[in-house]
């Protein structure tokens, strides 16, 4: 899951000032993930008022019984919406709002983040090239840290050729992980939609329930994406016209 820390990583100023172009591209980011953060919050509130028989927990242990894993530990988590799937210390971690709940809220992330471990045991395509992408994204995103805390302290690098590609190289790489993240969590809710409609765990009713907050979930990624592309773009216009 997300929250908006990835669109605000992401929606920083530009070091050596702002533009009237820039502010509105940072402004329909924040909106747009404000927007889609607060349905999301609202529909797992909602959901999680519509009980289930079995808690989060429960849920992810038997979706990875039945695809064979059993090397992956299903631990609890502190925080709300914390849910993530670590490959390498193959775990399955929960929230405490899923791990222990019974709904279908809970029931909906649970098996999202075990479709990622159904992922990584049969090797999807697109896991594995955002796990190699990883490292670069750490060293990309603190580079871009460091130029803007000097673009605060007076250095103008977007006044400066080199500095301005290289910074436009930087976001890309950022800007490319945030879309090769896309079919990786769109996979995964597709896996879980698919176990928990066949294995029964859900009626049509919560299934459809399921699906809208898996929907919204998936959304907060489309929005990072997005900001970040044009964020990219801008920048690039930005390099592409001091080079004229």
């Not at 990584?120 to 603190?142: E, I, N, T």
């Not at 460091?146 to 977007?158: A, D, Q, S, V």
């Not at 790489?173 to 993240?181: C, G, R």
Request: include cysteine; charged fraction near 10%; charge should be neutral.
């Amino acid at each position: 899951m997300i929250s908006m820390t990835l669109i605000l990583a992401q929606a920083s100023p530009a070091p050596g000032g702002f533009s009237m172009s820039y502010i509105v591209i940072i402004g329909a980011s924040l909106l747009a993930s404000f927007l889609i953060s607060g349905t999301l919050k609202r529909r797992f509130a909602e959901y999680s008022q519509i009980p289930l028989r079995m808690t989060g927990a429960q849920i992810a242990e038997m979706m990875l019984q039945q695809n064979g894993i059993t090397d992956v530990q299903v631990i609890s988590v502190p925080g709300q919406l914390t849910d993530h799937y670590d490959p390498e210390k193959k775990t399955v971690n929960l929230s405490e709002s899923v791990y222990g709940v019974a709904s279908v809220a809970a029931a909906a992330v649970a098996a999202h983040e075990c479709g990622h471990a159904v992922q990584h045991q049969q090797a999807y395509v697109w896991l594995g090239l955002r796990s190699k992408l990883v490292p670069a994204v750490q060293f990309s995103s603190k580079m871009l840290n460091y130029i803007m805390i000097l673009g605060f302290l007076g250095i103008g690098f977007m006044h400066n050729m080199t500095m301005l590609w290289i910074w436009v190289g930087l976001f890309a790489v950022t800007t490319l992980f945030s879309f090769v993240t896309l079919p990786v969590e769109f996979d995964a809710s597709r896996r879980a939609l698919v176990w928990m409609e066949s294995s029964g765990v859900a009626a049509s009713m919560e299934h459809e329930k399921a699906k809208n907050a898996l929907f919204w979930a998936a959304m907060t990624y489309v929005a990072a994406a997005i900001g970040s592309l044009a964020q990219l773009l801008y920048f690039l216009m930005m390099a592409l016209n001091r080079r004229d």
